[in-house]
């Protein structure tokens, strides 16, 4: 009998990663190599595909993403159009020599990476997947987008991530149900809405009463390099809350480029002596400590796919407020959302839950048990339907077909 041919899985990503001189690949973010350990019980490889800099030691607080069974593809680093440009030539003979490569492509999307390698793709015939994270019509709205000049971009994005949704095999939305309604699957065999945020047990805090007439305990958790999250919002927010009475401290649980701007921020508007900055944390067990000693969690987003601080705020059994993008709409009553961008309406409803102290046991009980529904246990059997969707509908194995040279 003929041995099995191996399944891959080509992850291509929009994320840039740091490679230390002894070939270990970096990342604060996913997909880091306890992400993928999922995907490698349905794939035998995974090769993640994404702009790489090389720097000559790990920085702090960051994951591994290679190991046994993931390898990288480096793709050449740029930041912004002009970088893009001057390395166009560079980048464009990786990624004809990526086309040839065996097993199943997923690109997750929005990814300028994503929409080039899809456009040789689909010139050969290779079948692909996608895995749309966040709506690209918020996230390059201007004043949003991590390049100052990408906003001019947002029809690009917005009409190639619909595009790849309407020609993928295979579609998945981590974000929320409107971006689904704008970017259709079409032609898809199989699309889903499975979250990449799984949530281990000890998530899970005890629920504890929160007494009125105390001051409020205020958390937001991101980093603070891009503030797309809306911190300057929330301390914009909060000062209007104080001249109105309100007693509170802000903790923003995280650190980043804009921690000083922030601070300024928050002096200049009378409340720099109740905004704290945790600086850099650890780890999920560091995260927790802060949102267990915390009355709410706001989280005013300008764009956003489905964050996890917020599922983790909910799992600890916090209140939260948030803006209408991405997947919160979809994860908190209506009563606790705002419009993004909007400073008097978010103080209107940071009063407003001030003001309403029985309600916080409800609003904590109904998180926590909406936030069950991202548990480990119950997520994981999902996600791993999506990677064998993508297994089973996209793979091209080396023996299977003969791939033409990419143009």
Not at 229 to 251: E, M, P, V, Y
Not at 258 to 283: Q, Y
Not at 342 to 368: G, H, I, V, Y
Request: net charge neutral; charged share 20%.
């Amino acid at each position: 009998m003929p041995a099995k041919n191996p399944s891959v899985l080509n992850l291509v990503v929009d994320q840039r990663f740091l490679q230390s001189p002894d070939g270990s690949v970096w990342s604060h973010t996913p997909p880091t190599y306890d992400f993928l350990q999922l995907a490698l019980t349905v794939f035998d490889k995974v090769r993640v595909i994404g702009r790489t800099a090389p720097v000559s030691a790990a920085p702090p607080n960051v994951r591994l993403v290679n190991g046994p069974g993931v390898e990288l593809i480096a793709i050449p680093s740029y930041v912004g159009p002009f970088q893009y440009l001057r390395r166009h030539s560079s980048i464009s003979e990786v990624l004809s020599g990526i086309t040839q490569l065996d097993g199943a492509f997923l690109l997750r999307i929005p990814s300028q990476t994503g929409f080039l390698l899809a456009s040789r793709l689909e010139r050969i015939g290779r079948p692909y997947a996608v895995e749309i994270l966040t709506d690209p019509h918020d996230f390059f709205a201007p004043g949003v987008s991590p390049h100052g000049l990408a906003y001019l971009f947002r029809p690009y994005f917005c009409r190639r991530s619909r595009e790849l949704c309407s020609r993928a095999r295979v579609t998945n939305y981590v974000t929320g149900s409107s971006t689904r309604e704008a970017n259709p699957p079409s032609s898809a065999i199989w699309s889903g809405s499975i979250s990449d945020v799984d949530l281990p047990s000890e998530a899970f805090l005890p629920l504890r009463s929160r007494p009125a007439g105390s001051r409020l305990e205020i958390i937001s958790v991101g980093f603070l390099d891009l503030l797309y999250k809306g911190q300057d919002l929330l301390i914009r927010s909060l000062a209007k809350c104080r001249q109105q009475g309100l007693d509170f401290n802000l903790t923003f649980a995280g650190d980043g480029e804009s921690r000083t701007r922030l601070l300024e921020l928050a002096a200049a508007t009378g409340i720099g002596d109740r905004v704290h900055i945790t600086g850099a944390l650890g780890g999920a067990e560091q995260v927790r400590s802060w949102l267990a000693r915390s009355d709410l969690f706001v989280l005013p987003s300008r764009a956003e796919g489905i964050p996890r601080a917020l599922l983790e705020a909910m799992a600890a059994g916090l209140p939260a407020i948030c803006s209408n993008v991405g997947a919160m709409p979809d994860l908190l009553p209506p009563r606790w959302i705002v419009p993004a961008n909007s400073a008097d309406l978010l103080s209107l409803k940071l009063m407003e839950f001030a003001s309403a102290p029985e309600l916080w046991p409800e609003m904590s009980a109904r998180n926590q048990a909406a936030a069950r529904g991202f548990e480990r246990s119950v997520l994981q059997p999902q996600r791993k339907q999506f990677y064998e969707a993508v297994r089973d509908n996209v793979s091209v194995h080396p023996f299977e077909q003969e791939l033409p040279n990419a143009a």
